[in-house]
């Protein structure tokens, strides 16, 4: 992909995201996909399980629409508990690169009251650009 890691001068480097990113191209948008199976079936209620079959999910949305997991521009993650999320970063990062690779784009990480979908524990959305 033809993109720009947008990095300001003095910042310390981020790990695991960018600060930004400039990209050119065919604009793909994944709607927020969560730990389920294509047959809307869960699989597991551990926290981590359900970050890895969601990021499935995003790789074969992306797939679906002629992209791959480099064309990410931003991702946005929902979960629905912190603790969960921020004592299992060393797994997720993990399975990120199993999944995803060394791609880091711009992301943010929200904590929710709750997600639609009562067993899911994570929901993330993500935007990607294929080059021209």
């Not at 992909?1 to 930004?20: C, R, T, V």
């Not at 551990?46 to 969601?54: A, L």
């Not at 997720?92 to 943010?108: L, T, V, W």
Request: charged content about 25%; glycine content about 8%; overall charge negative.
């Amino acid at each position: 992909m033809k993109h720009e890691i947008i990095q300001p001068d003095g910042w310390a480097k981020p790990i695991g995201y960018s600060n930004g990113i400039s990209a050119r191209g065919r604009i793909v948008q994944v709607g927020g996909q969560i730990g389920w199976d294509a047959d809307c079936q869960f699989h597991s209620d551990d926290f981590v399980d359900q970050v890895r079959q969601t990021l499935i999910n995003i790789v074969s949305v992306l797939e679906a629409a002629g992209a791959k997991p480099e064309h990410l521009i931003q991702m946005t993650w929902y979960f629905t508990d912190r603790e969960a999320y921020k004592s299992s970063l060393k797994d997720i990062g993990a399975a990120y690169r199993d999944i995803i690779g060394r791609h880091f784009p711009p992301m943010a990480a929200v904590q929710v009251v709750a997600l639609m979908e009562d067993r899911a524990k994570v929901e993330i959305q993500a935007l990607a650009v294929v080059p021209d």
